[in-house]
């Protein structure tokens, strides 16, 4: 490792937790603001933020009275359950999707005395999304934050008349004539800086997405990063989920909703 000062330093890593197994989780930005202020505002240890429940089934033996015929494990399914006080239309409830295909990892840490410690290595990975039954609450709540989001504050600034214009009267004639009192060259076009774009929240983008297309069927892929602000190669993404590409006619090089998606963002727009 090497220091500020680009000096060749060496750290001693704890690695008594090294063995531990831990888990990886991806949840949404709702979820971790919670578990962040109840973090802050706990003066004593961290308190319980939720619970995690598995559920282990069985599927019945095709033949019960054949001996050698074991029931078959199913897969465990995970749920959390919130626990803290999110309030609002917060779903309390999730799903935790297991992803079995991922890079082996291990977690570290560093305190505030710069000591580097191991935590444990990965088990599994797991992306939380909000269980059906409160899903109708979960859509309502991003529907209000997107409406949020795409209020635009505009400014008005009264600029004073700086170029230096002149007036002469026009010889045999009872008008003015306006002149410049300086030759200004022409400016050559200066080229935009390219702006760093920031990833939203999947679902947070998804339903910018469908107020967009509520405002008009048809977007090209320029127009729609303008009005998200989002990087263009993960807007594909999702439009290559969401959207079917028009290669000829009227509507030539644009996306529009694929039929599936337009009926329920006509049931949104509805509500």
């Known amino acids: 490792m090497e220091d ?7 750290t001693a890593v704890d690695t008594v937790k090294a063995e531990r197994l831990v888990w990886l989780m991806k949840c949404p930005l709702l979820v971790s603001k919670s578990w962040q202020s109840q973090a802050t505002a706990s003066s004593s240890d961290t308190p319980p933020v939720a619970k995690v429940v598995v559920s282990l089934d069985l599927i019945p033996k095709k033949n019960p009275d054949a ?3 074991p029931p078959v494990d199913q897969p465990p399914e995970f749920t959390m359950e919130m626990i803290g006080n999110e309030g609002g239309n917060a779903p309390k409830r999730y799903c935790l999707n297991k992803s079995n ?3 082996p990892m291990c977690i570290f840490s560093e305190s505030s005395q710069a000591k ?16 059906n039954p ?3 609450e979960y859509r309502k709540l991003c529907r209000e934050r997107t409406n949020k989001s795409m209020v635009k504050n505009r400014q008005i600034q009264v600029i004073d008349n700086d170029r230096g214009v002149n007036m002469r009267p026009m010889p045999g004639m009872f008008g003015m004539i306006a002149s410049s009192s300086k030759e200004k060259k022409k400016a050559a ?3 935009a800086p390219e702006v760093k774009r920031t990833r939203r929240d999947r679902g947070e983008l998804e339903d910018i997405m469908f107020k967009l297309f509520e405002r008009q069927p048809n977007w090209t892929l320029k127009n729609l990063v303008l009005e998200t602000d989002q990087p263009a ?3 594909k993404e999702i439009l290559n989920e969401l959207c079917v590409y028009n290669k000829r006619g009227a509507n030539q090089g644009t996306y529009e909703l694929k039929p599936e998606y337009k009926k329920s963002a006509e049931d949104a727009g509805a509500e």
């Open 67 to 69: 001996p050698d015929d």
């Open 189 to 191: 076009p200066v080229k």
């Open 101 to 103: 295909d991922f890079v």
């Open 116 to 131: 580097v410690a191991a935590e444990g290595k990965v088990e599994f990975k797991f992306d939380m999304k909000p269980d």
């Open 134 to 136: 409160n899903m109708e």
């Open 4 to 10: 500020d000062h680009g000096n060749s330093a060496t």
């Open 233 to 235: 190669q993960f807007l």
